[in-house]
């Protein structure tokens, strides 16, 4: 075809097969943080697993709040709902 390239591995996938492969790198779940650098260190490993998975963009929010608990998940799911239309609510 016209995009000439590689290896038929060509990266869109579905979250579903991202949450696989994000879940095998066993990420730190994210609950609260005492300090500003304790969030910092947790967006930090988070941006290291995405570059180690070679993840889309659009992906890596989802992925990230896949790992939000207790009062994180709280303020994630407050967040969204007030975000009209935003397509991540489905959290569980």
Excluded at 10 to 17: E, K, L, Q, R
Excluded at 38 to 66: Q, S, Y
Excluded at 68 to 80: F, I, N, T, V
Aim: charged share 25%.
């Amino acid at each position: 075809g016209p995009s000439g390239g590689g290896g038929g591995d060509a990266i869109p996938h579905g979250i579903h097969v991202w949450i696989e492969r994000f879940t095998k790198l066993k990420p730190v779940a994210f609950q609260s943080a005492a300090t500003p650098v304790e969030a910092e260190d947790w967006i930090t490993h988070m941006e290291k697993l995405f570059k180690v998975l070679g993840c889309p963009d659009n992906f890596k929010t989802r992925l990230a709040a896949f790992k939000l608990e207790g009062d994180a998940l709280s303020w994630w799911k407050a967040h969204l709902r007030t975000q009209v239309g935003d397509s991540y609510v489905e959290m569980g």
